[in-house]
């Protein structure tokens, strides 16, 4: 299994902007996995944020993010990165990256068998 380790992070006010980092190791070749960020507000479930598939082609974002977040990854470094713009207090949470191998891209969380440590993003109004 893939081991994730995340930095980036902390806190932020309305309208800055973050970037959240995942590195991987171990497992198979990491161009192999499809990556994905999860994150969980308090209270609330853990929800999907982001995918990245193998080569870095093809994305999929949740609504409440798309067109402020950018999902990339950099094979060579084993890392995906997810930098969040226009930022709203909404988007306080812990975020998880995660990783599979299915051919899929996947948003659920039970496609995802290894998942980063996570990482709080606070947002201040």
């Known amino acids: 299994q893939v081991q994730l380790v995340q930095s980036g992070g902390g806190l932020a006010q309305a309208g800055g902007s973050l970037r959240l980092s995942?590195?991987?190791?171990?497992?198979?070749?990491?161009?192999?996995?499809a990556m994905a960020w999860f994150?969980?507000?308090p209270g609330k479930e853990r929800e999907f944020v982001a995918v990245i598939g193998w080569t870095?082609?093809?994305?999929?974002?949740?609504?409440?993010?798309?067109?402020?977040?950018?999902?990339?990854?950099?094979?060579?470094?084993n890392t995906v990165y997810l930098p969040m713009d226009s930022l709203k207090p909404e988007d306080t949470a812990v975020y998880y990256c995660a990783a599979h191998?299915?051919?899929?891209?996947g948003i659920r969380e039970y496609e995802f068998d290894s998942w980063g440590?996570?990482?709080q993003v606070t947002v201040s109004s």
């Open 22 to 33: 995942c590195v991987a190791s171990g497992g198979r070749t990491f161009r192999t996995y």
């Open 39 to 41: 994150r969980q507000a």
């Open 56 to 77: 870095g082609g093809r994305t999929y974002y949740t609504d409440s993010v798309r067109g402020r977040c950018t999902i990339s990854r950099d094979n060579a470094e």
């Open 101 to 105: 191998t299915a051919g899929s891209l």
């Open 117 to 119: 440590q996570g990482t």
